[in-house]
């Protein structure tokens, strides 16, 4: 069996299947997303599902579902699955599944009666185009395959329901037939690699329901329309390929396409490989310009995720060429813009971050310890240098340096840093003054940068900048350190004392401004009070604001947030900090951690990781189904086990 198979006994079980999600990628922003027996239990998935900027900012779902039925001697066996309210499941066609396999692409194996079906299925590179494979393994006789598309044309955030404006007309087209269900949409063209017959039979398919957004708290109804079907007669051995795109194919062509995007494709064999292929999904090319997004499905693209994220998600992956398309083409001279002449990227929200541009400059020292600092320095020693003033001169919109050489930021009316949930308009954390990661990542930046002015010859320039982070690191120590652990972060005479994983970055950064008995302690405390099998809880157990469930309305989910679910992203710097500590007496603890991420690959959204996950077992994941900087994290992981392994210095 391979590493991502899933058998008959699971997958006919709906309690089990259900909470089992897949997502595929273009790399330009659509996606294919279900769970294993086709049965869509979010909003948010679709077999065709893509950016339309001209509409709007999200993604919209075009086609939602294709229900395939098998006919033979006129006997009709419907393989699909849509849940209609009461927990009434139809027409059951899970029932049919036997195997269902994604180490290369998503294959999942029929069995109705003597007739053996495959349904292979991958998104077309850089192409908004979806292509499904159905191949006719074993019969008796010859078969009739009928394919009913289920349409939706709408945002993800939103649903749809029965109207007089959608139009229900199917227009013919080489092999298929085409329809533009409301103005303004493209036109979804849905086309096969043989000849098919077309019946027009319009009917809404009403209260389809999505349990995951019945869960959240919100509208989980929709009526979808069925224009009518294609019927296509199959012999044993035979393949048909099945397109929907926003563009008109040449369906001679479809099985060179397939070929060659299979080629494409590599085995997810073992969590590093998942990992590798999950990083690689967040890849989005819009144009000239290339974005790492932030997940999926309802993710953007952010400044402080995508640089926490890139350096992992490319070079620790051996893809260097999407490191200089993300960071040099595209990030680079949007930072470059925004601290020059104030202008915000269209695509990379979030620059004005006060951490967001600290996060930047950590990613160029990953790149100096992948390469060497004097590389680093050739291609971001300017801009780097322009950060630390930015800063210094008081120009960034949301944080001012005082006398002390300490960041302070204003984040009582709105979020400062990623624990952002916000509650009728106010943060929910509201951490403000100094605080203690962005002061870390701070001090990190101004003795990195010392570094590359040491490596360009700048060495007077060096020296001032090792004196004014000298001063930094005094003024850290006496404002977070309270004997025990780090201070969340400081106002005034108000020092919050709550555990929480931000203190973890102090201890985790190669200019830490710690001694090293300082960093056991931050890194003990994290171990005792917040460490799981997934990462670091938001807050410890002891505080009287733990709550570790994300459960309930939006509300609710948004209180419990950042105080006791756990994020994966935090492992990246909890593993780093541990290793500092420990050095190599630590890599078999660390390597025992990562079983609990090699759990995640078969659970939930299999091959990749969520956002966050419960802080109490059995840690169950909630949020984005597939979320970069959990993905990044568990890859620095295992890169940094492999340096320790290997005798290198980080």
Not at 468 to 493: M, P, R
Not at 582 to 587: E, L
Not at 630 to 635: D, E, W
Request: hydrophobic share 35%.
């Amino acid at each position: 069996m391979s590493y991502l198979n899933f058998d008959k006994t699971l997958l006919v079980n709906l309690e089990r299947s259900l909470s089992k999600e897949m997502i595929r990628t273009n790399r330009a922003g659509a996606y294919n997303s279900t769970t294993l027996v086709d049965c869509n239990t979010r909003k948010y998935h679709g077999q065709l599902v893509l950016p339309l900027p001209e509409i709007g900012p999200d993604n919209y779902v075009l086609l939602s579902s294709l229900d395939e039925t098998v006919i033979q001697y006129g006997a009709e066996f419907n393989l699909g699955l849509h849940k209609y309210g009461e927990n009434n499941f139809m027409p059951n066609g899970h029932k049919y599944i036997r195997e269902f396999d994604c180490v290369v692409i998503s294959k999942t194996t029929y069995r109705v009666g003597g007739v053996i079906l495959t349904k292979e299925r991958m998104l077309v590179s850089f192409e908004p185009r979806v292509l499904i494979r159905y191949t006719l393994v074993e019969t008796g006789s010859p078969c009739v395959l009928r394919f009913r598309p289920f349409l939706a044309f709408r945002s993800v955030n939103e649903l749809t329901h029965e109207n007089a404006r959608a139009n229900t007309d199917m227009t013919a087209v080489s092999n298929g037939c085409k329809n533009r269900m409301y103005e303004g949409f493209p036109e979804l063209y849905m086309q096969f690699s043989k000849k098919v017959t077309y019946t027009h039979d319009p009917k809404w398919y009403k209260d389809i329901e999505y349990q995951k957004e019945q869960e959240r708290g919100f509208e989980y109804k929709e009526d979808q329309l069925v224009p009518g079907y294609f019927e296509v007669g199959m012999k044993k051995g035979e393949s048909v390929i099945f397109s929907a795109g926003i563009s008109e194919i040449k369906p001679s062509t479809l099985k060179g396409i397939w070929e060659k995007e299979l080629l494409r494709r590599n085995a997810r064999e073992n969590m590093f490989a998942c990992l590798k292929n999950s990083a690689a999904q967040f890849y989005k090319r819009m144009g000239d310009k290339c974005y790492l997004l932030a997940g999926y499905p309802w993710f953007g693209t952010t400044a402080r995720d995508e640089f926490f994220a890139t350096p992992s998600c490319t070079l620790d992956i051996d893809r260097p060429e999407y490191w200089q398309a993300i960071m040099d083409e595209t990030a680079v001279p949007a930072v470059n813009a925004f601290i020059d002449q104030g202008k915000e990227d269209a695509e990379l929200k979030g620059l004005d971050e006060p951490d967001a541009l600290l996060w930047l400059i950590r990613a160029f020292q990953k790149y100096a310890h992948k390469y060497s600092v004097e590389e680093a320095a050739k291609r971001y020693g300017e801009l780097c240098k322009k950060i630390i003033d930015y800063y210094k001169k008081g120009k960034h919109p949301r944080s001012v340096v005082h006398n002390n050489g300490l960041i302070w930021v204003e984040g009582r009316e709105r979020p400062a840093t990623w624990m952002n949930a916000m509650e009728y308009g106010r943060p929910i954390t509201p951490r403000t003054g100094y605080i203690v990661e962005i002061n870390a990542l701070w001090y990190n930046a101004m003795c990195f940068t010392a570094e590359i002015l040491r490596a360009t010859g700048h060495d007077n320039m060096a020296d001032l900048m090792d004196y004014q982070a000298a001063l930094t690191k005094e003024a850290f120590v006496s404002t977070f350190w309270n004997g025990y652990y780090l201070d969340d972060y400081v106002i005034d005479a108000y020092h919050d004392k709550e555990v929480r994983p931000n203190m973890i970055w102090a201890a985790a950064l190669p200019h830490s401004p710690l001694d090293r008995k300082q960093q056991k302690a931050v890194v003990d405390i994290c171990t005792k009070e917040l460490l799981t099998p997934r990462g670091l809880r938001t807050i410890s157990p002891k505080s009287g604001s733990y709550r570790p469930i994300y459960i309930g309305g939006q509300l609710e989910r948004d209180r419990n947030f950042h105080n006791g679910p756990v994020w994966p992203f935090t492992i990246a710097a909890y593993a780093r900090a541990y290793m500092n500590v420990y050095k190599h007496s630590g890599i078999s603890f660390m390597q025992r951690l990562l079983v609990g991420y090699e759990q995640e690959m078969s659970e939930l959204c299999i091959g990749t990781l969520n956002e966050l996950y419960d802080g109490n077992p059995p840690y169950k994941g909630h949020g984005g189904m597939s979320y970069a900087p959990s993905v990044a994290a568990v890859i620095s992981v295992i890169d940094t086990m492999n340096h320790f392994e290997t005798q290198q210095n980080l």
